[in-house]
């Protein structure tokens, strides 16, 4: 399942806060939530392309939510980056395929599958754990061998 809000636990209070938010909003500390086992098992979605951001903005916030994803015990994200020949889609995807290509995140990314790689029987899919390769399996029709997004498996 694909999700787009982070709950985590909070480590003062206890009470379940969005992990993408600094300021936990029933205690306001600012402590990182706690893993939520429930996120080991589902598909972050980060969207790059929302809001038409310049390249190194685009990066600059995927390298925040990766490492608030990693926190709140995401295992796999959905990176959609487009992948237009032209304009910013195509700029955000080239910088970023390039970051994964000379181990930009490293310390967060073990492992990713370039959407057009996304197929049933593709050797690229093969090599993962088998509850890795059902959750890829079970991504919405239009994931499916589109170029236009990345999926990332979490160190
Ligand atoms: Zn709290």
């Not at 490293?106 to 996304?118: N, W």
Request: glycine share 12%.
């Amino acid at each position: 399942m694909e999700v787009r809000k982070l709950m985590g636990l909070c480590p003062d209070c206890g009470n379940l806060r969005d992990a993408l938010e600094d300021r936990c909003p029933f205690c306001e500390c600012l402590a990182a939530p706690l893993p939520n086992p429930d996120l080991s098992d589902k598909i972050f979605v980060i969207d790059l392309e929302a809001g038409m951001p310049a390249v190194e903005d685009a990066l600059e916030r995927l390298e925040e939510l990766l490492r608030k994803a990693q926190g709140a015990g995401v295992r796999m994200v959905k990176v959609i980056h487009g992948y237009g020949s032209s304009g910013k889609g195509g700029l955000i995807r080239a910088a970023f395929r390039e970051g994964l290509l000379f181990h930009r995140w490293a310390d967060r990314i073990r492992d990713y599958l370039p959407g057009e790689s996304v197929k049933a029987g593709s050797a690229a899919l093969h090599g993962l754990p088998r509850h890795q390769q059902q959750l890829i399996k079970n991504l919405k029709g239009g994931s499916q061998g589109n170029p236009g997004m990345t999926i990332l498996v979490m160190v």
